[in-house]
């Protein structure tokens, strides 16, 4: 048995539509279609959206992006935030552990109206995927740390992560000799880091030991876009345990900071990252996803001192991680 799969826009068909080629091909869709025109198109919208629900990453993270997800939470925030800065401030806000960034996005609409100065930057660990093309036109698609995830040969869009089923023999056979030559070749691939840091929305291509090798953002199209054509809104590499070069006044981290995903020590480094990065009396909104439809969340909003946190705001029955981060002390 065997699935082939979806290497041209135009085969990705749009959500009214049904052919069979679509219900046996459209989980293996071509992460290369992940590059967008500008501005982009509503097929290419709904392609993003279509993979980003069933994108998973080699640590197990899966790159799900609900739209409208902080829909009843951001008035609420955006409420809390009129009460603690003036309208004539120009607040810095940071959205960490954005993903696609397009929640983010979702936000500046409301919070760069609220306040016209500010600027809301979103960043996240993961931006973008890596193409490297053969010779013979095979590609490889993985991540920076070199972890491979896609396979694609002629028509076949073979998946890495999680590995394709042993049922599908055809897909199993290509994946797992892709996965093992992969390993031996990268090896020896040395890509400049000047290269891998350079803005992910402009990178050349690059030739290396006779393969091509490209980037693929995984930011969302519409956050890529409100990037370009509004100097307020950025989106930029950085991890949620690492603290900021300069600090900033808002900093919002929702379902990253959980028990589910990281140890005590763990989540206080992160709470110990957010504190250095944020300004005296800056806010930190933290909290966590508990339905999608309708959302629900809870979250809590905290008030930076000199030396640790304070409880400013509950939405909900608050974050589950409020009792650790009110326990810490930082100097």
């Given amino acids: 048995m065997l699935k082939l799969g979806i290497r041209h826009l135009v085969d990705f068909p749009l959500p009214s539509s049904t052919s069979r080629f679509t219900l046996r091909s459209s989980n293996r869709v071509s992460y290369q279609l992940l590059r967008t025109a500008q501005p982009p198109s509503g097929q290419e919208v709904a392609l ?14 899966w790159r799900t992006t609900v ?15 009129a009460a603690h800065f003036p309208a004539q401030t120009q607040p ?6 954005a993903s696609s960034c397009l929640t983010s996005a979702e ?18 660990l993961t931006l973008f995927l890596l193409e490297a093309t053969l010779p013979n036109g095979d590609v490889w698609i993985f991540e920076k740390d070199g972890a491979p995830l896609q396979f694609i040969k002629g ?14 023999t055809v897909n199993s056979y290509l994946g797992a000799r892709a996965r093992s030559r992969f390993y031996r070749t990268s090896a020896s691939w040395q890509l400049p880091a000047s290269w891998l840091d350079h803005d992910l929305f402009s990178s050349p ?13 995984i930011v969302h199209p519409e956050a890529a876009e409100l990037a370009r054509i509004d100097p ?12 900021l070069a300069s600090p900033v006044d808002v900093i919002r981290s929702m379902n990253i900071f959980n028990h589910a995903y990281f140890s005590p020590e763990r989540l206080a480094t992160g709470a110990r990252a957010v504190f250095n990065s944020l300004n005296p009396n800056g806010l930190w909104i933290v909290g966590r996803t508990i339905t999608e439809n309708p959302p629900v969340h809870e979250v809590s909003i905290f008030r930076r001192t000199p030396s640790g946190f304070d409880l400013l705001s509950r939405i909900g029955p608050g974050s589950e991680i409020e009792a650790l981060v009110l326990a810490a002390t930082f100097s």
């Fill in 92 to 97: 810095n806000v940071h959205d960490w552990a």
């Fill in 232 to 243: 307020r809104f950025r989106v930029i590499h950085h991890s949620a345990f690492d603290a």
């Fill in 205 to 217: 291509a690059l030739t290396h030991q006779g393969l091509v090798f490209r980037k693929i953002p």
């Fill in 107 to 124: 936000w500046g609409a409301p919070l760069l109206a609220q306040f016209p100065a500010a600027t809301l930057t979103a960043s996240d």
């Fill in 67 to 81: 739209r409208q997800r902080f829909a009843n939470l951001n008035p609420q925030i955006g409420s809390i935030l």
């Fill in 155 to 168: 028509p076949f869009v073979v998946r890495l992560v999680p590995p394709e089923p042993y049922l599908l």
């Fill in 48 to 61: 993003f959206d279509h993979v980003m629900r069933q994108m998973q990453l080699s640590s197990g993270v």
